[in-house]
């Protein structure tokens, strides 16, 4: 990867909320072990029981998350699949697609974990938006 396109990678994973307070060092890491991927709309990313082997980010398009008895939308910035991370051999709760044409960043488990232990501010800015989301699950 070429210097300017290392610094935009750097500036585009700063865009993302969850990634924002992290070093440099954090976000390279990021950027070396994560893998962007697209998807169509309908595109079934994950399904209940399933187990969970990375946290999805939300680059660009949105997602429907069907949870049982209540439908969400995630776009941009938010992320999803981290709940199965935060247990060993967890499995998925609910089922998430695409709901219009997607960019998406996927982090593996064990990158996951390393990135959490190396910067503690990620697992907090992850428990702010986990609480907003349990906070908000009885109002949908």
């Given at each position: 990867?070429?210097?300017s ?19 440099d060092?954090?976000?390279?890491r ?8 697209e ?7 994950v ?5 969970g082997t ?6 660009e ?12 939308e ?11 991370l ?33 910067e503690p501010h ?9 609480a ?9």
């Amino acid at each position: 990867m070429g210097e300017s396109s290392a610094r935009e990678s750097l500036a585009n994973l700063r865009r993302v909320p969850l990634f924002a307070g992290l070093s440099d060092g954090a976000l390279g890491r990021i950027a070396e072990t994560s893998t962007e991927f697209e998807a169509g709309t309908g595109h079934v990313l994950v399904q209940p029981r399933q187990a969970g082997t990375g946290l999805f980010v939300i680059e660009e398009g949105s997602v429907t998350v069907e949870l049982p008895g209540r439908k969400l939308e995630l776009g941009p910035g938010e992320f999803f699949g981290e709940l199965a991370l935060l247990r060993e051999d967890d499995t998925h709760i609910a089922r998430v697609c695409a709901a219009s044409p997607c960019r998406l960043l996927a982090i593996r488990r064990d990158d996951f974990d390393g990135l959490l232990e190396e910067e503690p501010h990620l697992a907090v800015s992850m428990l702010k938006v986990l609480a907003e989301r349990l906070a908000n699950k009885d109002r949908a």
